[in-house]
Nanobody, 119 residues
Framework: VQLQASGGGLVQAGGSLGLACAAS????????MAWYRQAPGKERELVAI???????NYADSVKGRFAISRDNAKNTGYLQMSSLKPEDTAVYYC??????????????WGQGTLVTVSS
C-alpha cells in the first residue's frame, strides 16, 4: 500500500490551500483517514480525522478553518485549508488505517508535503 500526498506549497496568510492523499495497492477497505502536521522543533500533531462513514474531528486550532473529506470510490482523502495563518506552517502528513486484502489492519503514512504560510 502507498499513500501519495500532494498539494502543498507557499501561500499568504489568509489564503487557502488544498491537500490530497491518494491510497493505492493492496486495499480492501480504508477505515480512518487523517492529516497530521509537524512544525519545525515541534512534535507531530493530529490536525483532522475522518471515519469511513464520514464522521470528522479536528484539532481546536483548525476548527472552522480546515475541512477534511474523502472519496471512498477513489481511495482519496482531502484537506481543504482556509484562513491560513503563519502558525499553520508545517509538513503535513496523511495517514490511513487500512484493512488489506490479506486481512491485516495497518496504519500507513504518506511522504509529507510542506505548507508554508507567509505573513
Amino acid at each position: 500500500v502507498q499513500l501519495q500526498a500532494s498539494g502543498g506549497g507557499l501561500v499568504q496568510a489568509g489564503g487557502s490551500l488544498g491537500l490530497a492523499c491518494a491510497a493505492s495497492g493492496n486495499i480492501f477497505k480504508i477505515n480512518t483517514m487523517a492529516w497530521y502536521r509537524q512544525a519545525p522543533g515541534k512534535e507531530r500533531e493530529l490536525v483532522a480525522i475522518i471515519s469511513a462513514g464520514g464522521s470528522t474531528n479536528y484539532a481546536d486550532s483548525v476548527k472552522g478553518r480546515f475541512a477534511i473529506s474523502r472519496d471512498n470510490a477513489k481511495n482519496t482523502g482531502y484537506l481543504q485549508m482556509s484562513s491560513l495563518k503563519p502558525e499553520d506552517t508545517a509538513v503535513y502528513y496523511c495517514n490511513a488505517n487500512i484493512l488489506t486484502m490479506t486481512g491485516a489492519v495497518i496504519d500507513y503514512w504518506g511522504q509529507g508535503t510542506l505548507v508554508t504560510v507567509s505573513s
